[in-house]
């Protein structure tokens, strides 16, 4: 497990990165998941790991499991590492977009 001050920070990182609200996060997991004959169950919308990123929204920081410190890693990792590309032609950014969105983060939000 880790430390009360590694967890804070991450707590915060995780915070600052995903910033689109437990609401925004499901709608869009629903919205990206649907086709134009079917949306699928709330509870089934979006990758395992957007899935996991909507869970942890839901938690207090003192319920969170090893599982959920490892997913926010990864989320704050790949997050960071995706805002600090290089400019994009439009098509890939709008890709990029979209998967950031997956993760809880819309970097056209202010």
Known sequence: M?????LD????????????????????LRVSDADETVEPLP????????????AILQKRRTDLTDDDIRTMYEVVDTVTAQT????????????RRHRLMTLGHDPLKP
């Open 84 to 95: 600090d590309a290089a400019n994009e032609p439009e098509a890939e950014e709008t890709r």
């Open 43 to 54: 509870e089934q919308a979006g990758t395992p790991t957007g899935q996991h990123v909507l």
């Open 9 to 28: 920070a991450l707590w915060e990182d995780f915070h600052r990165v995903v910033n689109m609200t437990s609401q925004e996060l499901a709608a869009w």
């Open 2 to 6: 880790t430390d009360a001050l590694e």
